[in-house]
């Protein structure tokens, strides 16, 4: 049973260009989060999904971000004219309700 | 709204020397979650608490969930240089399955 699966690994992104995350949850899985951890902190959430539906985007800012997990296909999260401040790793997880499976995440850089 | 508070944000100990980090909620918890993130890895899931005062081990790891279901720690007994790692508490206070994590305590054992 393959684990969480994100992609990319690393994503390098200019200031104002688009960053689309990608995450795969485990097999069985129908709840997905995204956490968005700054070097040294924390895990922040940003949003709690299950198929086709936003459960808690409290965590989102109110711009440029959305998030999505369609029926078909992996959950994305889509960061829109990214800025310096986004630069970040962000992890996705998965579970079956609890407890959570993290993906390796992505670190995302802009330049 | 929900904040889960941890402390110390970093501890050094020698090699076989104790570790304890303690995690504290502003609300009352359904459920209180440990993890461990190595450096540069993603969280892995430890244990889960969920009733009132409930007490588990793994091996050299004691994890104790208060009475009051607020507040809970995590001690290591004789630390190895492979407890190295972040170590985060999370709960959750609502339904809506939102897990919120502490900012972790970052051990570092000298051999």
Redesign the interface.
Known sequence: NAGVMQNPRHLVRRRGQEARLRCSPMKGHS?V?W?RQLPE?????MV?LQKENI??E?GMPKERFSAEFPKEGPSILRIQQVVRGDSAAY?C?SSP?????????TRLTVT | ?QQVM?IPQYQHVQEGEDFTTYCNSSTTLS?I?W?KQRPG?????LI?LVKSGEVKKQKRLTFQFGEAKKNSSLHITATQTTDVGTY?C?GNSGN?????????TTLQVKP
Do not use: C, M, R, W
């Open positions: 709840h989060y956490y902190e924390g895990l922040k959430f709690y459960i808690d409290s992890f997880a309700g609890s407890p959570l499976h993290f993906g390796n995440g | 709204g941890q459920n979650q993890y890895g993603h969280p892995v899931f889960q985060f999370a809506t399955g939102k897990l919120i994590f502490g900012q972790g």
